[in-house]
């Protein structure tokens, strides 16, 4: 009996520990545009109020017909951004913690469109939401972003990206 009930719980908590994947980025677009986002991509943002600046990786995975997309975004004191959710919801749309999602994406002809999830921001201390338009041409993405909480515009600025070597 004793024996059933450690192998229930050792069970139990293996199948806890799993992380479970990341659900499919809202996705909308031409297959031929959203084929070419497909990757890992690396770069920076920067602009906004008082200068802030950070890094993003970018990283879309083909998954049968979805795309999965997640961010990290640093602030200048190398602080990682955290999402608005609490952490326990936040785990179960996320690769890792640290990771901000993708909320949609569109992709027409080179153009993108896209929302990250809410966060907090740090110069604040508010929720946010984060939109971004760009241009994809060949293993390079840039564009603008803007930053709201609510309809107040709180930051604008640019970002560029460049697919990761073999990705």
């Given at each position: ?48 109020s ?24 640093l ?15 936040h ?46 041409r ?30």
């Amino acid at each position: 009996m004793r024996r059933t009930i450690i192998v229930g719980t050792v069970a139990a908590l293996l199948t806890a520990c799993q992380s479970t994947p990341a659900p499919p980025i809202r996705l909308q677009g031409e297959p031929s545009a959203i084929a070419r986002l497909a990757g890992g991509w690396t770069g920076q943002y920067w602009g906004g109020s008082g200068g802030r600046g950070g890094s993003l990786e970018f990283a879309l995975r083909s998954g049968s017909d979805s795309l999965y997309g997640d961010v990290v975004m640093l602030d200048p004191r190398g602080q990682q951004l955290k999402a608005a959710d609490p952490m326990e919801a936040h785990v179960q749309h996320v690769q890792t913690p640290s990771h901000l999602r993708i909320d949609y994406v569109l992709a027409k002809g080179d153009s993108l469109r896209g929302v990250l999830e809410p966060y907090v921001s740090p110069d604040c201390e508010c929720t946010v939401t984060t939109t971004f338009f760009g241009q994809v041409r060949g293993d390079k993405m840039s564009g603008l972003f803007e930053t709201r909480s609510g309809a107040r515009l709180r930051a604008q600025g640019s970002w560029e990206l460049a697919r990761k070597s073999g990705g």
